[in-house]
């Protein structure tokens, strides 16, 4: 029974990933969450710019609707967080703090400080 259950929530069950990716490595956290891992994705105030690629569901432009983004998403949780700001960069850090895996595609140093 155990393997069964294994198999169901997948090889990467209990792994927590946290994603600050852009349009293309949104695919490395949909594979892995598809693999049960626990995927986080952090999105700007406003929402992740994956949001406004279309098409767009009954072709209402709209952020909220965006096909690209629930077809590279789906699995996630995500949070908002505007790493500008100390108290949301403190955040950050306590999320990466309980993280098994940090997968990011920021430019270089963005993600510093």
């Given at each position: 029974?155990?393997?069964?259950d294994?198999r169901k929530?997948g090889?990467?069950?209990?792994i927590?990933v946290?994603?600050?990716?852009d349009?293309q490595?949104?695919?490395c956290g949909?594979?892995l969450?598809?693999?049960?891992?626990?995927v986080?994705?952090?999105?700007p105030?406003?929402?992740?710019?994956t949001r406004?690629?279309g098409p767009f569901?009954?072709?209402?432009?709209?952020?909220?609707?965006s096909?690209?983004?629930?077809?590279?998403?789906r699995?996630?949780?995500?949070i908002?967080?505007?790493?500008k700001?100390?108290?949301?960069?403190?955040?950050f850090r306590?999320?990466v703090?309980t993280?098994d895996?940090?997968?990011?595609s920021?430019?270089?140093?963005e993600?510093?400080?």
């Amino acid at each position: 029974m155990a393997a069964q259950d294994e198999r169901k929530r997948g090889p990467l069950s209990g792994i927590r990933v946290v994603e600050v990716a852009d349009e293309q490595a949104e695919y490395c956290g949909l594979t892995l969450a598809g693999l049960g891992a626990d995927v986080v994705k952090v999105e700007p105030p406003g929402g992740s710019p994956t949001r406004r690629i279309g098409p767009f569901f009954e072709d209402c432009e709209d952020p909220e609707r965006s096909l690209f983004f629930w077809q590279y998403n789906r699995g996630k949780r995500s949070i908002v967080l505007d790493l500008k700001q100390a108290e949301d960069r403190d955040r950050f850090r306590s999320l990466v703090a309980t993280a098994d895996v940090l997968l990011e595609s920021t430019p270089r140093g963005e993600l510093e400080g």
